[in-house]
Nanobody
C-alpha cells in the first residue's frame, strides 16, 4: 500500500486547509485510514481515523469540532478538513492506513510521506 498526502501549506490562525491522501497498491488489504501529526520537538500524535464505510470515526480531543475526516472509496482518496486552525496545529501531517480502524488509532502499518501545515500570522 502506498499513500501520498498533499494539501499542506501556510495559513493564518482561524483559517482552513484541506489535506488529501491518495492510496494505491494493495489497497484491498486495508479498510481504514487516518491522520497523524508531528510538531517540532514533539512526539507523533493521532489526529483522526475513519473506517471503510465511514461508520466509525474518531478524533483526538484537541481537534474535535474543528477537523473533519472523510473518504471517497471510489477514488481511493481520504481527506482531512481543518477549520479554525491554531498555531499549535502546526505540524507535519501524515496519512495512514491499516485494518481494522482500531489499529489505525494506535499503530497503523502504512504511512505516507508527510505534508507540512504551518499556522502563523
Amino acid at each position: 500500500v502506498q499513500l501520498q498526502a498533499f494539501g499542506g501549506g501556510l495559513v493564518q490562525p482561524g483559517g482552513s486547509l484541506r489535506l488529501s491522501c491518495v492510496a494505491s497498491g494493495s489497497i484491498f488489504s486495508i479498510n481504514a485510514m487516518g491522520w497523524y501529526r508531528q510538531a517540532p520537538g514533539k512526539e507523533r500524535e493521532f489526529v483522526a481515523a475513519i473506517s471503510m464505510g465511514g461508520g466509525s470515526i474518531t478524533y483526538a480531543n484537541n481537534v474535535k469540532g474543528r477537523f473533519t475526516i472523510s473518504r471517497d472509496n471510489a477514488k481511493n482518496m481520504g481527506y482531512l478538513q481543518m477549520n479554525s486552525l491554531k498555531p499549535e496545529d502546526t505540524a507535519v501531517y501524515y496519512c495512514v492506513a491499516d485494518s481494522p480502524v482500531t489499529v489505525v488509532r494506535t499503530s497503523p502499518a502504512y504511512w505516507g510521506q508527510g505534508t507540512q501545515v504551518t499556522v502563523s500570522s
